[in-house]
């Protein structure tokens, strides 16, 4: 009697099992995982601009003078072509100013001629080298500067301005810089220079762009 009590228990509590009844399993844990992060591209160069530096340049340059041999310096001089060389320089940041000095060598092509009066007056401009100093505005990636210098151009004279030799002058001007890494910048400078000798007087307008690699 007990077994067939026992029994009849064991089936009632199997019943919903066997009947078809619904069987709840537990879904397996899920972990949330966070998405992988975003490659960060390479920043440039920002706002510090001190240091050493040396680069190359490459331009085009215009010389106007007036042969003062000739009275009332009634024969003008003009002439232009290529000018390009190398630089090397060091700079102080202090923040928003910039300070520098800079030494240049160019190799030019600019011949010089007037063939109206003296057609023996010519001369042509052959190399130049340059001591500038510098002061700007540190802009982030970009440097506004302005400049003056002493250069010294070797040249080549006949005619009425015959001679081998150098004229010394000087020169102002302006030019801007962009930093396209933390080592590495572009950009361009307008110079204009003026030398004076016992013969002629010249102005020369050089208009170059510049690449610089910080070190």
Do not use: C
């Not at 029994?7 to 619904?22: C, K, M, N, Q, T």
């Not at 010389?63 to 024969?75: A, E, R």
């Not at 400049?147 to 000087?170: C, H, K, M, N, P």
């Amino acid at each position: 009697m007990k077994n067939a009590v026992f029994l009849s228990a064991a089936l009632l509590a199997g019943a919903p099992a066997f009947a078809g009844g619904p069987v709840i399993v537990a879904n397996d844990a899920t972990v949330a995982t966070a998405p992988a992060p975003m490659a960060q591209p390479m920043m440039a160069r920002g706002g510090e601009w001190g240091g050493f530096y040396g680069g190359a340049q490459l331009g085009y340059g215009n010389i106007d003078g007036n042969d003062t041999t000739i009275i009332d310096n009634v024969l003008d001089l003009g002439g232009d072509g290529l000018i390009g060389g190398v630089h090397a320089g060091y700079r102080m940041d202090f923040g928003t100013f910039v300070a520098g000095a800079e030494l240049g060598y160019d190799l030019t092509d600019i011949s010089v001629e007037q063939a109206t009066l003296d057609p023996t007056a010519t001369g042509s401009f052959d190399n130049m080298a340059s001591l500038k100093l510098t002061g700007g505005i540190d802009m982030g990636q970009w440097l506004a500067y302005g400049a003056i210098g002493v250069t010294r151009i070797g040249a080549d004279f006949s005619g009425t301005l015959s001679g081998d030799g150098t004229l010394d002058g000087r020169f102002a001007g302006l030019g801007a810089e962009y930093a396209i890494s933390d080592t590495m910048s572009v950009g361009g400078e307008v110079l204009q220079h003026s030398f004076d000798t016992d013969n002629a007087d010249f102005e020369m307008t050089t208009v170059q762009a510049r690449v610089n690699f910080r070190f």
